[in-house]
Every structure is written in structure tokens, then in C-alpha cells.
T-cell receptor
Framework: DAGVIQSPRHEVTEMGQEVTLRCKPI?????LFWYRQTMMRGLELLIY????????DSGMPEDRFSAKMPNASFSTLKIQPSEPRDSAVYFC??????????????FGPGTRLTVL | GNSVTQMEGPVTLSEEAFLTINCTYT??????LFWYVQYPGEGLQLLLK?????DKGSNKGFEATYRKETTSFHLEKGSVQVSDSAVYFC?????????FGTGTRLLVSP
């Protein structure tokens, strides 16, 4: 199994530009999570999906952020317009079950975003 | 709400030294507890877990015991290796979210 796949691994863009991050979860996993990691705020859950449906987006920082999951094997996180404070590492994770109990989440390698 | 507090890093040790990374939590109910590890340039990986009080999770020589009376889940290893250098995250589940601590960086020198 290839694990969770994220692309691109690195993204450098200018303020005001649209940024799209992509994720392919592990086949058969029903849950998909997007996290953001920064030095200041640590690891934050942005949104998660169950069977392609967004369940909790309370961690999405503002309307500039949006996430979609058009099918079971693909999800995107979009930032439009991007700002320098969005610079962070964005992780995608998937899980065969939900967050209750002892269910493990499998993380991708992350996308390092730099907004100039 | 649920929260996790970890000791500040970095923790710097020599190879074969004993490791303890402290983790305490605040939670409603009976969460499951986890330690994740993040190696340089990679995503987080589950290291070990415990689902109820007094459970001991163990993996790769690391251990942690779920202590309800002290609300703690300290990570220990008897003899660290250079390859253990990484960032370690304590986490818990509750209210349908996985809550992470801020992470503790471990640096092991030969």
C-alpha cells in the first residue's frame, strides 16, 4: 500500500494567489482529515470527512479556506486568496474508522506551503 | 474541553540514556491516549496507544501507561538510539476529535 499521498510536497506562492493542495487517502479508509502544523499553534485539525461528506469544519480558519472530497480517493484543500500567515505544513490523514476509540490515523508526508 | 500538555523540548540525550517525556491530559469521560512520532520531513506515525486506565502501550522499546489517577501518559524508553531523534506528540480522542499536544523534540547524540 502506498500510504496517504499528498501533492505537491512543497509550494511557494505569492500573496493573493490561489493554492490547491491535494490528497489521496488509503484505499478503503472512510475518514479523511486535513491538519495544519505551525510552530505557533502546533497541529490543528481543520476539517474531516466521512464517506466523502464533510462532518466537522469548525477548525477551518476562515472563508478563504475550502475543502472538497468529490470521491473516495481524492480530496482538495483550497486557499483563495492566500496570505503569508497561511504558511505552514498541511497534512492529510485517513482512517478506516472514526475518531472514537483506539482508531489509528495514517498521515501523509505533508505539503509545506510558503506564501510570500 | 479536552487538552494535552507536554513537556517543553528539546530533550537532548546521549545514546543509551533513559528517556522520559511527560504528558498530562484534561478530558471529559474516558478518552483513548496515543503517542505519535514525526521523523524529519515526514508525517506523523502512531507509536503506541492505550484505550483504558492502567493499560500499557508499547512499541519499538517505548512504553506508556494510562494513569487515570494522575491524568498522565508519560513516554519512556530504557535506552535511546540516534535513530529515535524525532518529534513526539501525545494525543487523545474525545468528542470526535483527535487532540494533539504541542510536541517534544528529542535529539539523541552518539
Amino acid at each position: 500500500d502506498a500510504g496517504v499521498i499528498q501533492s505537491p510536497r512543497h509550494e511557494v506562492t505569492e500573496m493573493g494567489q490561489e493554492v490547491t493542495l491535494r490528497c489521496k487517502p488509503i484505499s478503503g479508509h472512510d475518514y479523511l482529515f486535513w491538519y495544519r502544523q505551525t510552530m505557533m499553534r502546533g497541529l490543528e485539525l481543520l476539517i474531516y470527512f466521512n464517506n466523502n461528506v464533510p462532518i466537522d469544519d469548525s477548525g477551518m480558519p476562515e472563508d478563504r479556506f475550502s475543502a472538497k472530497m468529490p470521491n473516495a480517493s481524492f480530496s482538495t484543500l483550497k486557499i483563495q486568496p492566500s496570505e503569508p500567515r497561511d504558511s505552514a505544513v498541511y497534512f492529510c490523514a485517513s482512517s478506516p474508522e472514526g475518531l472514537a476509540g483506539d482508531n489509528e490515523q495514517f498521515f501523509g508526508p505533508g505539503t509545506r506551503l510558503t506564501v510570500l | 474541553g479536552n487538552s494535552v500538555t507536554q513537556m517543553e523540548g528539546p530533550v537532548t540525550l546521549s545514546e543509551e540514556a533513559f528517556l522520559t517525556i511527560n504528558c498530562t491530559y484534561t478530558a471529559t469521560g474516558y478518552p483513548s491516549l496515543f503517542w505519535y512520532v514525526q521523523y524529519p520531513g515526514e508525517g506523523l506515525q502512531l507509536l503506541l496507544k492505550a484505550t483504558k486506565a492502567d493499560d500499557k502501550g508499547s512499541n519499538k522499546g517505548f512504553e506508556a501507561t494510562y494513569r487515570k489517577e494522575t491524568t498522565s501518559f508519560h513516554l519512556e524508553k530504557g535506552s535511546v538510539q540516534v535513530s529515535d531523534s524525532a518529534v513526539y506528540f501525545c494525543a487523545l480522542t474525545g468528542f470526535q476529535k483527535l487532540v494533539f499536544g504541542t510536541g517534544t523534540r528529542l535529539l539523541v547524540s552518539p
